[in-house]
């Protein structure tokens, strides 16, 4: 590259190189490869994602990396070779005045390198500019359309991998570019899963993020790695238990101090056997429904206070095997079965979000809900192991499992919906069977279980 | 949204400290932006 500046320069162009160091970094690496172009500094890598090269997504080893690290350094005929491994291209842009784009180059792997010539032949006056719109493939989405209608009535082919893949032809590429410079997203159970998942994708986005864990050392762990690979600083840890009120008491005193733009209530769990909290409730009623209403309740002014708020549930495809039960949340009168609570609960959220986007109705706050589909995530191995060995080559990342709520986190165009029931990116019912509808009766009383609760 | 668009307003600094605002680099001459991978 250094080479070729006097040529850039001839041609009417001025080569500017960006790096990640400190500026005294910069400075001692201009002297060492006696750079006269300008060099500038992003540490935080706000000039990289805005350049859509964000570090965590780029591949870090391949096959043919030994390859193209000997091409390097072999050298070779000015003509055809780079300085390849001291320069380490993360990407080339040549923009012309106006801010048309003539050249655009993105890593994908270490060790390949521009093309320079591609590079000095956008440099000159009647090179064509590159088309920047990323348009959906239309035939690509309609083929996602229709396959999504055979395949979802299956669930199993929904659920998974495939149902992902299929469904994420119609996604459109542009939903997710955006930044989220100046957002407060908190995310509760952000340690591992679908929640670590949210976060990072938000971090890499450049929201504020807060990881609500139970465990400050496996949040703090967590939020070194979103902070490392994104480049994001704002990443920070909140000890909250959503299973304890007095935690959430705690945690959301802490947290309402400043406005709140997104709310993911992601923090779940599946027991084997009734456990009763401290506050005298069964442990996935106060995880999934209480803990979360309360927070909710208590962050509700400042989540008001943003002019773009969003709360998520992130419940579960179980939720449809069952109707809403305000009367036994507890499981004071029945025989404890720790997959028919789960469920229950996971009914009663999509309910709840429902009840919740009611009562923020004509505010800036919307709610909604979504299903993850079937994901390989902690809990799923310890909690449902046969399940597990069956489908594990079948079961989504848990970065698929995140994408619904991170998308209805971060899009500009999902602020439109409120109190809908989202699974990969669309709106869907809530009932497949109609013995699962509750009544507006037993809507109210799930809100009045939830007060009482908290009371208590 | 165009890349030009997305990084012109962005301010960072230089090798010495001083500020310089994407955006001014191409507003007389064509830039050929260099992105470093390998970082510090």
């Known amino acids: ?456 | 949204m165009k890349v030009a668009t997305k990084l012109s307003g962005i301010e960072l600094s230089d090798w010495q400290g001083e500020p310089v605002r994407l955006g001014s680099l191409w507003q007389e001459q064509t830039a050929v932006l260099v992105f470093i991978r390998h970082f510090g």
């Open chain 1, 1 to 456: 590259m250094r080479d070729r500046v006097d040529e850039i320069r001839s041609l009417g162009g001025e080569l500017v190189v960006v790096g990640n160091g400190a500026t005294n970094f910069a400075a001692a690496f201009r002297e060492d490869y006696r750079l006269d172009s300008p060099l500038l500094v992003d540490p935080e890598l706000r000039a990289y994602r805005a350049a859509g090269l964000r570090r965590g997504r780029v591949e870090a080893l391949s096959p043919r990396l030994p390859l193209n690290a000997l091409r390097a350094l072999r050298g070779g005929s000015r003509q055809g070779s780079v300085q390849g491994d001291l320069w380490q291209l993360g990407g080339v842009f040549v923009i012309r005045p106006g801010g048309e784009l003539a050249y655009r180059y993105v890593s994908r792997e270490a060790g390949d390198h521009a093309p320079v010539e591609g590079i000095l032949e956008a440099l000159s006056e009647d090179a064509p500019a590159i088309a920047e719109q990323s348009l959906a493939n239309p035939l690509c989405a309609g083929i996602g359309r229709a396959l999504g209608r055979v395949v979802d009535p299956t669930i199993a082919l929904s659920f998974d991998r495939t149902g992902f893949r299929i469904h994420s032809l119609a996604f459109r590429p542009d939903d997710l570019d955006v930044d989220l410079s100046g957002r407060r997203c908190l995310v509760t159970g952000a340690n591992s899963g679908i929640g670590y998942e949210s976060a990072l994708a938000l971090a890499d986005l450049g929201a504020e993020v807060v990881l609500l864990c139970r465990s400050r050392e496996r949040g703090e762990a967590a939020a070194a790695r979103i902070r490392e690979q994104t480049g994001n600083a704002r990443v920070s840890v909140e000890e909250l238990d959503i299973s304890r009120l007095a935690s959430v008491r705690s945690a959301a005193a802490r947290l309402r101090k400043r406005p709140v733009d997104v709310l993911i209530h992601n923090a779940g769990m599946l027991p084997d056997e009734r456990i009763e909290t401290d506050d005298g409730l069964e442990l996935t009623f106060a995880t999934h429904v209480v803990g979360p209403f309360l927070l909710t309740h208590l962050l509700r002014t400042a989540l008001e206070k943003s002019s773009d708020a969003r709360v998520i549930w992130v419940s579960s495809g179980g939720m449809y095997t069952r109707r809403l039960n305000p009367r036994d949340p507890n499981w004071k009168k029945r025989e404890y079965d720790g997959v028919i609570a789960y469920a229950e609960t996971k009914r009663a959220q999509v309910v709840l979000s429902e009840l919740w986007a009611e009562e923020l109705r004509g505010s800036s706050v919307v709610v909604n809900s979504m299903h993850p589909g079937w994901v390989d995530t902690p809990s799923v191995k310890t909690s449902l192991p046969t399940f597990y060995r069956f489908t594990q080559a079948l079961l989504r990342t848990p970065a698929e499992g995140a994408d619904t709520a991170v998308w209805l986190a971060a899009s500009p165009r999902t602020r439109q919906w409120t109190r809908c029931f989202f699974f990969d990116r669309a709106i869907r019912r809530t009932h497949f069977l109609s013995f699962s509808r509750e009544s507006d009766e037993e809507r109210s009383q799930l809100w009045r279980a939830c007060e009482k609760a908290c009371a208590g």
